[in-house]
Every structure is written in C-alpha cells, then in structure tokens.
C-alpha cells in the first residue's frame, strides 16, 4: 500500500470512528433525557399511589369530616348543607311538572309528564338555551326576566289546547347551582355568585322570591315549589326509580354529593323536626380535605395559580375542569426537562388548553400507533412529530391522573356509606350497641350524574372497581352505583311534584 493510500485509509478510519463517536454520544445523551422523562413519570405514579390502604384512610377522613360538618356550623371544609328535603320522590307521584335548571352558561326548561303506573315518566321536554353574556353581569330583575319570558315561551310551545285545561297550578323545581343559604324546600338566599356570574343585588335575596316575582310579571301561572341543587335532583330522581338510592354524587365539571342523613345526627340544628326523620344533606364535597390524599407539585401549582386558592381542594384533584390541566401540567414538566417533545411549545404554557374530553381521547385512543395522540398533540399542544414510545408516555400520564382521580371519588363514596352504616363497618359514631351481632346489609344504590363518569369510560371503570375494592367481595354486591341521566332537571321536576301544593311542608325550626 502507498503512502497516499495507507494516509486516505487513516483518514477514512479517523472520520469514522469521530462520526461514530458523535452517534454514540447522541444515544447516550438521547437514553439520559429519556430517563429523564421516564423518572417524571415514575415520580408521579409514585406520589398519586393510591393503594387501597390509603383509600381506606381517606374513607375515615371522608366520614369523621361529615360528623364534623354536621356537628357545628364550620366545623369542617364540608358545609354538610341542610336542604330541608325530608321525602323524596316515591314514584307515586303523578301529574305534569316543571324544572328551571341555572347552574352556568346556559339554562334549561324540563317538563315531565309522570304516569299512574309507579316511577312511570310518560314523556320529558327539555330546552337549553344560553345566558346572554350581558346578563350575566346585570340586575336579577333582567336576568329573572330573561329567564321567565323563556319558561313562559316553552309553557305555551308544550302545552296543547287540549293538556290546557288539565295544567292548572302548574308547580316548578329550580335548580339553582350557585351556594345558597337555604331557609325551607322552596327558598333561599344567595350567598355568592361564582361560574362568571356577578349580579351584586342578587347576594343575600332568596333566589326563589326573585324568580317568583318573574314568573307572575310574566303573567304565567306557576308556582316554585322546590329550591334544590343539582345533586339534590340527582338523588330525587335516584329515589323516584328506586327507593333504596340514598347517595347521589356529581362528577362533571365539578364535583359535589348529598345524602339522605337522620335527622338525629344533624347536630348543629337540634331543633329540626321532620315526619320522616331524614333530612337530604348537601355536601359540598368538592372543599373536601385530608392530608391523606396523594398532593402532587401539579396540584399545588394548579391551586396557587387558580383564582379560588386553598378551595375545592378535592374538586381540584377529581373533576372535568381540572384533569386536562393536571396532564398539560406533567408534560409541560416533561418538555421542560428533555427535548422529546422538541422545542418547548409555547401553548403548553397555557392554562386549560388542554380540556379533559381532549385527555380522555388520548388515553382511550386505541389504535396501534396512537393517532389520535398524536393528532391532539399536534392541534392542541403544538406538539408535531412525537415518537411512538413519547404518545405512550402521554398515555400513561392521562392514566395515572385518572385513576388518581376515579379512585379518590370511590372512597369519598364509600365515606359517605360509612357514615351511615352502609358500608358493612357499622359506622365509626353511630351510638348505637349492636350488640355484637351482625349487622343485617341493606341493598344501597347510588346515583351517579355528570360528563366525566358518563362519557368517560376509563374513568367510569376505575372508580367503579375502586368501590368494590374497598368495600370487599361480602358488602360490595350490595352497593349499586346508577347513572341518572339529567338528575338535576327531572329530579327537580319530581321534587316539585312530592312538595306541590296540597303535601304539607312538615318541616319546622323550633
Ligand atoms: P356540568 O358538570 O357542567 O353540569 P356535565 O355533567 O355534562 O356538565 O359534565 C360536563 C363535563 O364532563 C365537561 O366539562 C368535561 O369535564 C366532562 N366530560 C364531558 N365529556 C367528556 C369526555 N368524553 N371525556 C372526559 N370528560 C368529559
Ligand atoms: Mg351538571
């Protein structure tokens, strides 16, 4: 070999092994940001564990708050609201009645005609409309106005000439799903707008009044009959289709639960005294807390930057509103810390662009190379181009932060069951000597509404096996959870019919 030759052939060699040399530092500098990533994750299955131990121990916190909220005004993060609802639907009820739902930006209209046959509805109408901004932010009188010449409009659209004459006195339930100091069934006063809403004049005037005074303006024949919040109509309509429902939780957007408590138990208002001995209790269960749940930095940021602080911290960690933003949050992290995802996208610096139905197509998308992963990187997170194993890195994140959060929702439900001795525990106060013996189970159905547990399967699934893992083989045959669909307009429909006119309302604060 000549000189030129052997010199061509070191050189060659020389560029190789630095071409080589080059590669290999590219894999090992791409393997440690992978790892990187890869520990962003593990951190966070690890701090959202949510181990059936721990699940119990948020069972016990769920159930000692309740006792505590019921014990004394303030006494806990739950409010444990009285509603004043004593009887629930039975079915029997019969007749045509009306719920007005107001609970964001739009409202809806409900009429229900209910049969003779028990539990029957014959049919159900229903109207949306949205608020115009403008009211939003005006006087209660154009508001109730705006919403009383609506109801009016659908009164005349339903009822046929020949219904006329049968619809007299017609009886309505409103939901109002805004914090209200209830006084009795059919009234309250407002304590705060939230959800966009700021009428200052409405704070402090009872909701019902103001409608009423609408609807007579109008000039329609209507009387409100029942105040109610939305989870309360959920478990009237429960109750209505089944008698053994005595739970009734929400998880949409938000989250919140009522229950049918004994009266007895409702310490802070001693006083009360009602014909059945029950009195339905709002919650409030989204302001839940314990040092139990599993808090990560996501959630810390979240509620540090959200504008109710230090509020509706279990909400915060469950609903709709908030686990779009958990996952936006982790792979906001994981971009931060590697370059998987390339260049850092500046829409995943933006608050709530990431809506949980978005999440929840990515963690259900089942095709082999996660398209829709892929897509909703792209179009929401401007996100172009990611890998395989990075789309299942998105999917696990979407998981974790679901099952998180299905999970907590199960055993603030099975706390809710051990507060009245349904969860085959025997309650943690319940004063009574049972005499060693064991408790007769009794079947207890839960009614369940909302988008998230509704349209989401995943979500659906977790909690539901959530609960029988709690609850055990023995006593998880005996609780059903059962969705009723528009809960809060039927139901508040159905309570208006089990307190309309000619039923005595028994209640009575001595
Ligand atoms: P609201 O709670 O506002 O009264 P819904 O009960 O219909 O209304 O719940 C709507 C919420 O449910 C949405 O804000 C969203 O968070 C959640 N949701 C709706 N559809 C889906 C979906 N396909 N996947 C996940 N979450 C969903
Ligand atoms: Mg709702």
């Known amino acids: 070999m000549g000189k030129l030759a052997v010199g061509l052939a070191v050189g060659v060699a020389v560029a190789t092994s630095g071409i080589a040399a080059v590669m290999v530092g590219k894999r090992v ?8 990533v890869v520990r962003v994750l593990e951190e966070l299955e690890q701090v959202c564990s949510t181990s059936v131990e721990r699940l119990r121990q948020v069972v016990d916190a769920m159930a000692v708050e309740m006792h505590a909220g019921l014990a004394s005004e303030g006494g806990s993060k739950l ?19 009306y719920a007005l739902v107001l609970g964001g930006t739009n409202f809806r209209v409900v009429r229900v005609r209910l049969g003779e046959e028990k539990s029957s509805i014959l049919k159900r109408d229903v109207d949306r409309k949205p608020i115009p901004e403008h009211l939003m932010t005006s006087t209660s009188e154009e508001l109730f106005d705006f919403i009383a010449s609506s109801l009016k409009e659908f009164v005349e659209r339903e009822e046929n000439v020949v219904e006329v004459s049968q619809v007299k006195g017609r009886e309505l339930g409103f939901t109002f799903s805004f914090p209200v100091k209830q006084l009795s069934v059919s009234s309250g006063t407002l304590i705060k707008w939230t959800k966009g809403f700021s009428i200052p004049d409405m704070v402090g005037k009872d909701v019902s009044a103001c409608l009423q005074q609408a609807i007579s303006r109008r000039g329609l024949d209507m009387r409100v009959a029942a105040l109610v ?72 940021d979240l509620d540090g930057e959200s504008p109710n602080s230090n509020d509706q911290g279990f909400e915060k960690m469950i609903s709709g509103m908030y686990l779009g933003d958990i996952v936006r949050r982790v792979i906001l992290r994981m971009s931060l810390e590697s370059d998987i995802f390339g260049p850092v996208s500046s829409k995943l610096s933006e608050p709530f662009i990431l809506r949980t139905p978005l999440m929840s197509a990515m963690h259900e998308d ?4 996660l398209r829709e992963v892929a897509n909703i990187l792209s ?24 099952r998180r959060a299905a999970r907590l929702a199960a055993a603030g439900i099975v706390g809710i069951l051990k507060k009245i001795g349904r969860d085959g525990s025997g309650g943690i106060t319940s004063g009574r000597s049972r005499g060693g013996t064991s408790i007769k189970m009794r079947r207890t159905v839960v009614a369940v509404e909302g988008g998230l547990y509704t349209s989401y399967a995943l979500f659906r699934e977790y909690l539901n096996e959530a609960v029988a893992e709690i609850l055990g083989d023995d006593i998880s045959p005996y609780v059903t959870l059962k969705v009723m669909e528009d809960g809060s307009g039927i139901g508040a429909a159905l309570l208006a019919a089990s307190h309309s006119a000619p039923s005595v309302d028994t209640v009575q604060l001595l």
């Open 229 to 300: 919040n939305d989870t309360v109509g959920t478990l009237a309509l429960g109750h209505y289709h089944d008698e053994d429902t005595v739970v009734a939780v929400i998880i949409g957007t938000g989250t919140n639960a009522c229950y049918l408590e004994r009266a007895d138990a409702i310490i802070k208002c001693q006083g009360l005294l009602t014909t059945s001995g029950g009195m339905v209790v709002n919650m409030e269960w989204g302001n839940f807390w314990s040092s139990h749940l599993p808090r990560t930095s996501y959630d810390i």
């Open 29 to 36: 500098s791409s393997r440690r940001k992978w790892r990187k």
């Open 366 to 369: 089942n095709s082999p190379d």
């Open 379 to 402: 179009d929401v997170l401007g996100i172009c181009e990611v890998p395989l194993k990075v789309r299942k890195l998105v999917v696990n994140v979407c998981d974790v932060v679901t």
């Open 79 to 97: 409010k444990m609201l009285l509603t004043f609802i004593h009887n629930l639907p039975t079915g029997d009820e019969q007749g045509t009645y």
